[in-house]
C-alpha cells in the first residue's frame, strides 16, 4: 500500500512540475513576444517617416539634375560668348585692313558726276561720295549745281562726324553762295554741328538765325523745334 502511494506520489509531484514548467514557458516565452509586436500607431508612424525620407530624396534628386542642367547651360553660354568675341576681334581686325575704295573716275559729263555722288550719299557711302563732290566743285566752280555740291560735301563730313570740317564748309556755302536755296538748311546744320560739339551758344546763335532770317523755311520749323527741346 505504501508503495502505492509512493507511486501516486511521483506521479503527482511529475504533474505538477509538468503544469509549473509549462505555466512558466507562457510567461517568459510569451510575454516577450508580445512585446515584440508593434502597435498599429507605431507601423503608422514609420510609414510616415518612410514617405518623408522617399520625398525628401526626390526633391534631392530633382534639385541635383536641375544644378546639372543649369552648369550645362552657363558652360554652352560661355562658349557662346567666347565665339562671339573672336568674331568680333576677326571684324575688327578686318575693318582695319580693308581700305575704302576711292573713286577715281574722272566724269566728262557734269551731271553724270553729280549723279553718282548724290547716289553714294543715298546709299550712305559718305567717303567716297565726299570724294566726287569735291571732285565736282573743283573741276566745275561755276555750274549751277555747284552750290547743292557744297551743301551735300559738308552733308557728308556731317554724317562722318567730322563736324568741324562740315562747319568750315557750311559756312563757305553761306558766304560764296548767299543766294542758294541751300542756305537755310546749310545755317540749321550749323546749329547742329556745334551742338555735337557741345558748344551751346554757337548752336542757339545759328539756331536762332535761321528763324530771323528765313522764318518761313522748313529749316526755321526744325530750328524752331529743336529750340523747343532747349526750354
Known amino acids: 500500500m505504501s508503495r502505492f502511494k509512493n507511486q501516486l506520489f511521483k506521479k503527482f509531484f ?3 512540475l509538468l503544469v509549473s514548467f509549462v505555466s512558466c514557458g507562457s510567461f517568459n516565452f510569451k510575454k516577450p513576444a508580445e512585446n515584440l509586436e508593434e502597435s498599429p500607431v507605431d507601423q503608422m508612424k514609420i510609414s510616415e517617416l518612410e514617405s518623408e525620407l ?6 534631392q534628386a530633382d534639385l541635383e539634375l536641375q544644378m546639372k542642367n543649369k552648369e550645362n547651360d552657363i558652360l554652352e553660354l560661355k562658349d557662346r560668348v567666347l565665339n562671339l568675341d573672336k568674331k568680333i576681334l576677326i571684324l575688327e581686325k578686318n575693318k582695319t ?3 575704302s575704295i576711292q573713286y577715281k573716275i574722272e566724269y566728262t559729263e557734269p551731271s553724270v558726276l553729280y549723279k553718282k555722288a548724290r547716289n553714294l550719299l543715298m546709299e550712305e557711302d559718305y567717303t567716297n561720295s565726299a570724294a566726287l563732290f569735291t571732285q565736282f566743285i573743283k573741276n566745275h566752280p561755276r555750274n549751277s549745281l555747284t552750290d547743292n555740291a557744297v551743301y551735300w560735301l559738308a552733308e557728308c563730313h556731317y554724317s562722318l562726324e567730322n563736324y568741324k570740317k562740315a562747319i568750315g564748309i557750311f559756312q563757305d556755302l553761306e558766304k560764296k553762295y548767299p543766294r542758294s536755296e541751300k542756305v537755310p538748311d546749310a545755317i540749321l546744320k550749323l546749329g547742329f554741328s556745334y551742338l555735337a560739339l557741345d558748344d551751346s551758344n554757337r548752336a542757339h546763335h545759328y539756331l536762332k538765325k535761321v528763324l530771323r532770317k528765313y522764318p518761313f ?3 526755321a520749323e526744325k530750328a524752331q523745334e529743336k529750340l523747343r527741346s532747349f526750354e
Not at 522617399?54 to 526633391?59: R, T
Request: net charge positive; proline share 7%.
Open 217 to 219: 523755311s522748313p529749316a
Open 54 to 59: 522617399s520625398a525628401i530624396k526626390a526633391d
Open 97 to 99: 585692313t580693308v581700305k
Open 14 to 16: 511529475l504533474v505538477v
